[in-house]
């Protein structure tokens, strides 16, 4: 009448193996996704973090450039005016807005 059933431990069972490998690839798979797109992001970070680092460089170099050309320009007057011993007029702002 009715079948016996057979002594299959439950992860054996047909119906249980194909899901089972389903559920582990779709694990598997989410994992890998997962790692890869955070590698990626932080590579993608740190290159930009020395982009914005040589840009900052290349800023202050500039700056520091514009401010050493005027600077240099008063410490000629000072010179001047030590070595002449009389009062040179200086220009009105040593140091120019741009810079």
């Known amino acids: ?27 598997l798979g989410g994992l890998i996704t997962g ?7 932080e590579r993608r970070a740190k290159r930009e973090r020395a982009r914005e680092d040589r840009k900052n460089d290349i800023t202050v170099r500039r700056a520091a450039r514009l ?3 005027d600077l240099y320009a ?3 007057i000072v010179k001047t005016t030590l070595e002449k011993k009389r009062w ?3 220009p009105h ?4 807005l741009e810079s």
């Open 1 to 27: 009448m009715f079948a016996v059933a057979e002594a299959v431990p439950w992860y054996l069972n047909p119906v249980f193996l194909p899901a089972a490998s389903g559920l582990l690839g779709v694990i």
């Open 35 to 41: 790692i890869s797109t955070y590698l990626v992001d």
């Open 67 to 69: 401010i050493g050309q």
């Open 74 to 76: 008063a410490l000629g």
């Open 88 to 90: 040179t007029k200086f």
């Open 93 to 96: 702002n040593p140091i120019a």
